[in-house]
């Protein structure tokens, strides 16, 4: 860490009495620390807008089952990633938008309305009770959902310089957790009256709608999210109208301000499609986010399914264990070791060597079928535990790198297009991953990757194309520019 960034607060920095921008500034210059409660609500925001994206999947198979519009037991899956996909096809329309009104007006109201989205389009979801009625709500949650890129931008914007990885990478734990936690709540409350019949029978309201009780709990914890917010900083800038408070006005300190608001004057004429170092780890992010978001359909299909079918014949709550225990590894893992790593072979090295790992492991999975009992339990947690500490460590990387691209004048618009363009990617990725699952599962006997390998070998082609671009010469750098020379 420079001098620099461990100095006093500086008498020569020029304030504006009524933005709000301003004032998270100097509170970061005042305080050199790490703030919990900024941690903290940028993991609940977070946290929010990714459980309804990720609770479904457990479920997803019995509810597809239950809507009677497959007509074999193999083509569950292949309805089932339409419904998955919606949200994310939702996202691709809107992300941008959501992106450039957090640039006008703010991070603070995007961030609001999008958890509020999540407590009323999350709950009609529970109530769905048609194939179209799930894929139309889904698809409007993703629409006014936009919290995600703004509050990636809020996060490099909330800490100091050499606090913002810590800061994307809380980002980055929560979307992760969010993705195990959510299927672990999906596992363990949906259908009740079946796993509960003492506690929900039979005619009651939750044993008509047994989808209802995890979306309900998770849009419960939103709406509190959504109180809590009233209270947040704006971390965006706003000097029109308002007075500038200079401690030191020297000429030089003056001409200083000056040529930085001159650069970014040229800077807001720029074209971020232009920007290498920004679009080639947005690339890099969409290739991993469309793998990613197969994997977990794929994770917790294939965990549902049965043994005829080379799954693992998981009840819900069998998945909810499984997802349970890697979430709770990630959080220890984000807190504890993985700054360890980072500072040691640096966020985007470690993304490097994590991502090499993950080929051979997920290509373990169909010998790991081959299990049973508590051994499955053990191999198959172990399993999910590393692969998403993979998850979060190479996309984390990708966050700091595509904040770092920008200043803060582009930077919701920049992690709206990469919203935007991961949305997209992802939006195949269910619909894709479930029809590979299906087509998998009825090729049992063939003499090439027969079964479940195949859908993990073509898992692992997605990965080995991202794994390629994390790398030089495709992944750019950003240049130092004369506002990052005066940080």
Request: overall charge neutral; aromatic content about 12%.
């Amino acid at each position: 860490m420079s001098e620099e960034h461990m100095r006093e607060p500086s008498e020569k920095t020029k304030y504006y009495k009524d933005c709000p921008g301003c004032k998270v500034e100097q509170s970061k210059e005042l305080n050199q620390g790490v703030s919990i409660t900024n941690l903290f609500i940028i993991w609940m925001v977070v946290l929010c807008s990714t459980l309804p994206a990720s609770s479904l999947f457990p479920f997803l198979y019995f509810m597809i089952r239950d809507f009677k519009i497959a007509k074999a037991e193999a083509d569950i899956s292949y309805y089932a990633g339409f419904v998955g996909s919606s949200f994310m096809l939702g996202r691709t329309f809107t992300s941008v938008l959501w992106g450039m009104v957090s640039d006008r007006y703010g991070r603070k109201p995007v961030i609001m309305f999008g958890v509020f989205a999540v407590v009323v389009f999350n709950t009609l979801f529970g109530l769905s009770s048609s194939f179209w009625m799930a894929i139309i709500t889904r698809f409007l949650l993703g629409c006014l959902n936009g919290a995600i890129g703004p509050v990636k931008a809020y996060a490099a914007e909330l800490f100091r310089e050499e606090h913002q990885a810590l800061g994307l990478s809380t980002v980055n734990a929560a979307w992760g957790t969010g993705l195990v936690i959510g299927p672990a709540l999906g596992g363990y409350l949906a259908l009740p009256a079946e796993i509960h019949p003492h506690l929900f029978p039979k005619g009651s309201f939750l044993d008509k709608f047994p989808y209802f009780l995890p979306c309900f709990v998770i849009s419960g914890v939103s709406f509190v999210v959504v109180i809590a917010c009233f209270w947040i900083p704006e971390t965006l800038h706003n000097h029109n109208g308002s007075n500038a408070e200079s401690i030191d006005d020297t000429e030089a300190i003056e001409n200083r301000i000056n040529d930085v608001d001159k650069e970014k004057t040229v800077q807001k004429n720029e074209n971020l499609f232009m920007n290498w170092p920004l679009m080639s780890s947005i690339i890099a992010y969409c290739v991993f986010s469309l793998h990613d978001i197969a994997y977990q359909e794929v994770f917790s299909l294939w965990c549902v399914s049965p043994k005829s079918l080379r799954g693992l014949n998981f009840s819900t709550n069998d998945v909810g264990n499984v997802l349970a225990i890697s979430g709770l590894a990630l959080v220890i893992y984000q807190l504890t070791l993985y700054q360890y790593m980072a500072k040691a072979c640096g966020p985007v090295g470690i993304a490097r060597i994590t991502g090499i790992f993950s080929i051979p492991l997920l290509q373990s999975y169909p010998f790991i079928a081959m299990l049973s009992g508590i051994a499955l339990y053990i191999v198959i947690s172990i399993a999910s535990i590393l692969k998403n500490m993979i998850i979060v460590t190479i996309t984390t990387a990708l966050f700091l790198l595509q904040n770092r691209a920008v200043e803060q004048h582009q930077r919701g618009a920049a992690n709206g297009i990469s919203l935007t363009a991961m949305s997209l990617f992802k939006t195949f990725g269910p619909a894709t991953g479930g029809t590979i699952l299906t087509w998998s599962q009825k090729r049992l006997d063939a003499a090439f990757l027969p079964g479940t390998h195949m859908v993990f070998f073509f898992l692992n082609l997605i990965e080995g194309l991202g794994i390629f671009m994390i790398f030089k010469p495709f992944l750019g750098e950003k240049k130092k520019t004369q506002s990052d020379q005066l940080h």
